[in-house]
């Protein structure tokens, strides 16, 4: 019997791994051939560690400025967004570019956290394309309800 609250945590789990072999099988595949470039299906590689106190977050985002990235905390799931957009100049559009993947770059990802953490103390950096958020645990929260007697 699972102490989980969460009924639907064994479905997230299952559809990470699919994510997960998704992203492997098209690792391997010469998707130009498909009209996408590599750049469209770039993930958002992550490691997330418990360290008793806090949970540590680690994401690569390379390529984007800090102010590129987004990153917000909804309950137990955290979201990471990051989006460059290069300005197109007249220049540039003179130019005859048989193929241009720089003009949009966007990487998303959504990770639920295992345990409550405290949204207060929540703390983000980045340095050389590499966010790392530390995310202190909240501490477990007095159960509600009335006592019922025993007899």
């Known amino acids: 019997m699972s102490t989980d609250s969460n009924p639907f945590r064994a479905l997230e789990k299952q559809f990470e791994r699919l994510?997960?072999?998704l992203e492997e099988s098209l690792s391997m595949w010469d998707?130009?051939?498909?009209?996408?470039?590599?750049?469209?299906?770039?993930?958002m590689g992550i490691d997330l560690a418990d360290h008793g106190e806090e949970f540590v977050l680690t994401a690569?985002?390379?390529?984007?400025?800090?102010?590129?990235?987004?990153?917000?905390?909804?309950?137990?799931?955290?979201?990471?967004?990051?989006?460059?957009?290069?300005?197109?100049?007249?220049e540039r559009e003179d130019e005859f570019y048989i193929k241009s993947?720089?003009?949009?770059?966007?990487?998303?990802?959504?990770?639920?956290l295992p345990e409550p953490v405290d949204e207060e103390a929540v703390e983000a950096r980045y340095r050389n394309g590499v966010l790392t958020i530390t995310l202190?645990?909240?501490e477990p929260e007095a159960r509600e309800g009335q006592q019922i007697d025993i007899e």
């Open 19 to 21: 994510q997960q072999q």
């Open 31 to 43: 998707i130009d051939q498909f009209g996408q470039s590599q750049a469209a299906v770039t993930t």
């Open 60 to 90: 690569d985002v390379p390529g984007f400025e800090r102010d590129d990235i987004d990153v917000r905390l909804s309950k137990d799931t955290i979201h990471i967004t990051a989006t460059h957009e290069s300005e197109t100049t007249d």
């Open 101 to 112: 993947e720089r003009a949009r770059q966007s990487l998303s990802r959504s990770i639920r």
């Open 136 to 138: 202190p645990k909240r």
